[in-house]
T-cell receptor, first 114, second 114 residues
Framework: DAGVTQSPTHLIKTRGQHVTLRCSPI?????VSWYQQVLGQGPQFIFQ???????GRGNFPDRFSARQFPNYSSELNVNALLLGDSALYLC?????????????FGPGTRLTVL | AQSVTQLGSHVSVSEGALVLLRCNYS??????LFWYVQYPNQGLQLLLK??????LVKGINGFEAEFKKSETSFHLTKPSAHMSDAAEYFC????????????FGDGTTLTVKP
């Protein structure tokens, strides 16, 4: 079975632009979470979606938004990019999105903002 | 507020030596605790998790961790380090009150010397 997939792998944008990152969860997983990992730090929680509904949101500005589709894939959108948005964006899927569930991580999308 | 602290951002051991990576958490509710490993330019892979079933948890690749409530710790150990263990290790915590949101420590980079 395929693991969590993310696209694109790498992305270079300039300040002020908009970006869309995509994630496909493991088949059968209904929950997707997004994390931002800045170099030298641990992943920071951005969003969790379960059955197309937002279940949780981290401490990120409104420039960050996401959605989950009927096939459980997900998009993360970031508007008005800032230099500080440069990071590895990780998507993780789990069966039900419960605290006890194991999360399976994708390889990430490396976003560079110039 | 719940948090995770990993003591020591860099740990260096010789091949065959004991590996000890430290993790302490802070929470007012029972936690679920996880250790992940991240190799360069890859996503996170679960090593093991604590879900209250047993305080000593065995994971993949010979790693294990012990949950000590009195010390609020969940240190990761491996009796004998291999060169292939060189990577970054993250401790994470989740709570039923926050569903699938994981709070990660800042990571510990493990170097294994020949």
């Amino acid at each position: 079975d395929a693991g969590v997939t993310q696209s694109p792998t790498h992305l270079i944008k300039t300040r002020g632009q908009h970006v869309t990152l995509r994630c496909s969860p493991i088949s059968g997983h209904k929950s997707v979470s997004w994390y931002q990992q800045v170099l030298g730090q641990g992943p920071q929680f951005i969003f969790q979606y379960y059955e197309k509904e937002e279940r949780g949101r981290g401490n990120f500005p409104d420039r960050f938004s996401a959605r989950q589709f009927p096939n459980y894939s997900s998009e993360l959108n970031v508007n008005a990019l800032l230099l500080g948005d440069s990071a590895l964006y990780l998507c993780a899927s789990s069966l039900e999105g419960l605290a006890i569930d194991e999360q399976f991580f994708g390889p990430g999308t490396r976003l560079t903002v110039l | 507020a719940q948090s995770v602290t990993q003591l020591g951002s860099h740990v260096s051991v010789s091949e065959g030596a004991l590996v000890l990576l430290r993790c302490n958490y802070s929470s007012s509710v029972p936690p679920y605790l996880f250790w992940y490993v991240q190799y360069p330019n890859q996503g996170l892979q679960l090593l093991l998790k604590y879900t209250s079933a047993a305080t000593l948890v065995k994971g993949i690749n010979g790693f294990e961790a012990e949950f000590k409530k009195s010390e609020t710790s969940f240190h990761l150990t491996k009796p004998s380090a291999h060169m292939s263990d060189a990577a970054e290790y993250f401790c994470a915590v989740t709570f039923n009150t926050n569903a699938g949101k994981s709070t990660f420590g800042d990571g510990t980079t493990l170097t294994v010397k020949p």
